[in-house]
């Protein structure tokens, strides 16, 4: 059987990943969870979808506390070089986000640039994802959530913005968003760490606010805020909600 397109894809994506236009904000986005914890280094975070490690890295480099899990093996095996030869000590683990039992809880949990969350073929899979990291929580925790944003889609070009954010030599073609299902099928060319290359058939779940808020509501979450945001460029900011391609959701426990 045929792994899902995501598990295809990060198979061997780890350099090539972390060449991608949409990594280059970083150090603004630490900057914001910095903002949200208050700068107390006492706090532990969770960074689920970890990838190659970019914010935890950063975050630990900062003074923080880091556990990061990923699906792909991959993901984790270049993060722990990249953290290695940084300098800093984090906890690296290959784990799936919806099914993840971790021993400790934590202040804050991550789940942003589509680190799980809305890659998953089933909204149930999805909600887990949220589920998994409400319980990972200490009371009084934060969720950190970023998804794709399905107003954006319905308002705006999708193909001219992922063209325009992607690295050279990448090809998308997105097509058949579906209204009844906000679930968008497209077609992804790109290259991997080897140079072969590869064409994705991807399926990813977009979200008008609503349903996020009643997702994290119905999960025990509280104090939600939803904003529109873009790379390097996260804050509580109201705006248009159909601006920008992904949402920025912070919640507490």
């Not at 971790?102 to 809305?118: H, N, P, R, V, Y």
């Not at 325009?164 to 073609?173: A, R």
Request: some cysteine.
């Amino acid at each position: 059987m045929k792994d899902q397109w995501y598990k295809e894809m990060f198979a061997n994506y780890a350099r090539s990943y972390d060449k991608e236009i949409f990594v280059k904000g970083t150090v603004q986005e630490c900057d914001f969870i910095e903002q949200e914890i208050n700068h107390d280094k006492s706090k532990k975070i969770l960074d689920i979808g970890c990838g190659t490690g970019r914010h935890s890295i950063e975050l630990a480099g900062r003074g923080y506390q880091l556990t990061g899990i990923d699906l792909s093996n991959a993901q984790i095996e270049h993060a722990r070089e990249k953290a290695q030869k940084t300098g800093v000590e984090i906890d690296f683990r290959i784990d799936d986000a919806t099914s993840f039992k971790l021993s400790k809880k934590f202040d804050l949990a991550l789940i942003i640039c589509e680190g799980a969350f809305s890659l998953l073929e089933t909204d149930e899979l999805n909600y887990k994802v949220l589920e998994n990291a409400y319980i990972h929580l200490n009371n009084g925790g934060k969720i950190i959530l970023t998804c794709l944003n399905a107003l954006f889609l319905i308002f705006n070009d999708a193909n001219k913005f992922i063209n325009e954010n992607s690295q050279e030599g990448t090809k998308s073609s997105h097509e058949n968003f579906d209204l009844k299902t906000f679930r968008m099928k497209s077609s992804l060319e790109i290259k991997d760490d080897n140079g072969k290359p590869m064409k994705l058939s991807c399926d990813e779940r977009y979200y008008i606010p609503s349903e996020i808020n009643w997702y994290l509501k119905t999960i025990g979450f509280g104090n939600i805020g939803i904003y529109p945001c873009k790379t390097g460029s996260f804050a509580r900011k109201d705006g248009k909600l159909a601006a920008e391609y992904e949402l920025l959701c912070v919640a507490e426990k």
